[in-house]
């Protein structure tokens, strides 16, 4: 390790993260459309930092997430999936008066999906800075946005205050932007994705989004301005490309496993859990990537948001079985 390298290990704090949990039911068939009735899948667990903390849990790190679900089996199903993957729950609030969150899922003929939220007027709606839990804030030594929870300005403030409370305590921050195009037309969300990148130390970018939160042109330069502000490692996920490693001093990249893609919903968030549990344990950066190349490829061959997410054994095993 370098010395100027980010240390994301050697402390016993959660990883926690804060937001959207919701269940996700899926259409059958390719090409199907929500005009017409159909069959449907689900539900199935899901909420992309949901995903992330499932994953980082399953993959060995000390893990726990605050949010919301109603009084119901959506709810519970969650719950339960969240605390048997080895999730702290005490940050999980069930809101009697509210519904848990949904979205429906079509998929294209060509792969893209079409996604139907029930998120803002859910349980996940209520989050606020009341939902925080100081004990468990105090405990966190990373703390992860998910850039897709940010849709209200309560929960834009709840992020701000444990931002600003994380990193007075020494901790680090990650950042998957894991934007909805929508969400950069508001003013509010855009000085807030803005805000949460001035404390961010890991920024995981899907590839064009490397570029949206800086004045640069280009990817070099999106990556020169971060930097230049203060971000310690940029992470670039770029589906069935792998990743790109950067840090100002070294570039690494890694080539994604060759597997046929069932269900890309997922991916992201399974690399982003697994790169930060692996940190977190001390692993160098490439046996991080490695794991988190490995655990994007799990996800998108099984269908169903949070069902790819895997121990690292399991990824060992995944990671040999493809090359035999
Ligand atoms: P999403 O937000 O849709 O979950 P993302 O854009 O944040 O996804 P991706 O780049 O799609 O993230 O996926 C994350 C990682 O998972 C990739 O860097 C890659 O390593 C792995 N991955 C994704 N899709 C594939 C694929 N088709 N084949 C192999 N690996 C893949
Ligand atoms: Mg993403």
């Known amino acids: 390790m370098t010395n100027t390298e980010l240390n994301l290990a050697g402390k016993t704090g959660y990883i926690l993260t804060m937001g959207e949990i919701l269940v996700e039911i899926m259409a059958s068939e390719r090409g199907q459309s929500f005009r017409k009735p159909g069959t449907l899948l689900g539900p199935f667990p899901s909420g992309a930092p949901a995903i992330f903390i499932d994953q980082a849990a399953k993959a060995g790190g000390r893990c726990a997430m605050i949010g919301c679900v109603g009084d119901d089996d959506f709810g519970a199903l969650n719950i339960e999936r969240l605390r048997t993957d080895g999730v702290e729950m005490s940050g999980i609030a069930v809101v009697k008066t509210a519904t848990t969150g949904s979205a429906f899922v079509t998929y294209r003929d060509d792969g893209d ?168 344990q001390g692993f160098s950066v490439e046996q991080s990537l490695q794991y988190a190349i490995a655990a994007g490829a799990r996800a998108v061959t099984v269908s169903g948001p949070m069902e790819g997410t895997a121990t690292l054994a399991q990824l060992d095993e995944f990671i040999a079985n493809l090359s035999e």
């Open 113 to 280: 999906r079409d996604f139907v939220y029930n998120i803002t007027n859910s349980a996940s709606g209520f989050l606020s800075v009341e939902y925080v839990n100081d004990d468990l804030l105090k405990q966190c030594s990373h703390f992860h946005v998910m850039g897709s929870s940010l849709f209200s300005p309560s929960i834009i403030a709840a992020m701000k205050k444990i931002l600003e409370t994380v990193k007075a305590n020494g901790g680090t921050v990650s950042f998957d932007p894991n934007i909805r195009k929508e969400m950069l037309r508001v003013p509010e969300m855009r000085r807030a994705l803005d805000f949460i990148l001035n404390y961010t130390d890991v920024f995981l970018p899907s590839g064009h989004e490397a570029m949206l939160l800086t004045g640069a042109t280009d990817e070099k330069g999106a990556i020169a301005e971060l930097l230049g502000r203060g971000v310690r490692e940029i992470v670039i996920k770029r589906g069935k490309d792998g990743c790109s490693y950067l840090n100002g001093q070294i570039e690494l990249n890694v080539a994604a496993l060759p597997v046929q893609e069932i269900d890309p919903t997922g991916a992201g968030d399974c690399f982003g859990g697994a790169y930060i549990a692996c940190r977190a």
